[in-house]
């Protein structure tokens, strides 16, 4: 681990803001899934048995553009926090200024607040010095377990850093870096990458900085049409990028150059509109038959190969569904792939809002090593680009 942890702060008597992301789904004050907020509680209650005085909770909610938005509130995950604790957790109605200091001030002795949503304030997202100050005030050691924002140089979450005495990585944080960290270093091999979703826009600096790491590489999803129009498969009303044609001819001949197996699908399912009842079909990929059809999964041969591809492996990195599998019939090769994935005897990492919400519908989550909580910032970091959230924290 690069960076000094909670574990190296000392903690005793102290009050301690613990920036973490609780940015869950929520409507109408009702949390559909509470992930995000169960990875935050061994920090939290680490903090509470190292004696801290008082522990700060604080994060972002949404995108509500500089202003309060009562649907936004975080006041709901205050309550759910409590439960998980088994404790009071008491709400501040703003992050900084007079309601957040006397929150703070007012908690008993090893209490817990909750302060309100950071984005309600148009300088959290600017990086502003004043209002990283305002939130500075509240505590004497700052811990970063938000993997899911490290990404963004917000002021939470890099220019608060330099105001506070002590800071360092938060738990989840710290395991989200070792389990990722060892990808990019020194994975164990064969070592598989699956990407998948919408646009190889999304994912070419992921694929550029895998190429000279990864034994194989296997593309699904919207993106793998892309690559199949630019070796002159017919691909039909299939979503593609023609930008990124070249891009993705360049990639596959980086690829054959390093030696490296890359497998795109070989057959697929069509089917003329995204729809649940619309009448679908599995053909081959280089089948004319698509007409003005699109394709929306892999087929079953694709899957038969993916899961072979997978199956010897030691480390493999999912990013991105195989199709459109909020829809039943355009899912099984999504479910297949997690399938195959969760019987790898090695370490598997799943990455990504939507290849999290694939293996619980596949019902595996449980039987993957580490499914990271930042789609975005995985995605980053897996891409080598520097996380401000990371970075601003002092090294080991």
Not at 316 to 328: H, Q, R, S, T
Request: charged share 25%.
């Amino acid at each position: 681990m690069p960076k000094r942890t909670i574990r190296d702060l000392f903690l005793k008597d102290r009050r301690v803001f613990i920036r973490v992301d609780f940015n869950v789904p929520l409507k109408k004050g009702v949390i559909g899934d509470d992930t995000r907020i169960r990875e935050s509680v061994p920090t939290i209650e680490f903090a509470l048995r190292a004696g801290a005085a008082k522990v700060v909770l604080a994060s972002h909610l949404g995108r509500p553009k500089g202003a309060p938005n009562p649907e936004m509130s975080l006041r709901p995950v205050a309550a759910r926090v409590g439960e998980l604790l088994s404790r009071d957790v008491g709400f501040a109605e703003d992050c900084v200024g007079d309601v957040a200091e006397n929150a703070v001030r007012n908690a008993p002795r090893g209490g817990i607040v909750l302060l309100e949503n950071l984005r309600f304030h148009p300088e959290e997202e600017k990086n502003d010095k004043t209002f990283a100050t305002g939130l500075a005030v509240l505590a004497d050691a700052y811990v970063n377990d938000a993997f899911g924002a490290a990404h963004r140089a917000h002021a939470s979450v890099e220019a608060i850093v330099p105001l506070i005495k002590e800071s360092g990585a938060g738990l989840l944080m710290e395991k989200e870096l070792t389990y990722l960290g060892a990808v990019l270093g020194n994975p164990e091999r064969p070592f598989v990458a699956v990407l998948g979703g919408a646009k190889v826009s999304d994912k070419i600096d992921v694929i550029e900085n895998l190429i000279p790491r990864v034994d194989r590489l296997l593309i699904g999803g919207a993106m793998a049409y892309t690559f199949l129009k630019a070796i002159g498969k017919p691909v039909g009303k299939s979503l593609v990028e023609d930008d990124k044609l070249d891009a993705a001819r360049e990639i596959m001949a980086k690829a054959e150059q390093r030696g490296l197996t890359l497998l795109l699908p070989t057959d697929h399912v069509v089917a003329p509109a995204l729809e649940a009842n619309a009448p679908a079909e599995t053909i081959r990929v280089d089948d004319a038959a698509i007409g003005s059809r699109m394709g929306l999964d892999i087929g079953p041969q694709t899957v038969q190969a993916y899961a072979a591809a997978v199956r010897d492996a030691k480390t493999v990195v999912w990013n991105g569904p195989m199709g459109v599998f909020e829809i039943d019939a355009f899912a099984n090769g999504t479910m297949g792939v997690a399938r195959a994935v969760a019987e790898v005897r090695g370490t598997t990492i799943i990455g990504g809002g939507d290849s999290i919400a694939a293996v619980k519908k596949a019902g595996v989550a449980d039987r993957i090593t580490h499914i990271s909580t930042g789609g975005g910032a995985s995605l980053e970091f897996l891409a080598g680009e520097t996380l401000p959230g990371v970075a601003a924290l002092p090294d080991a």
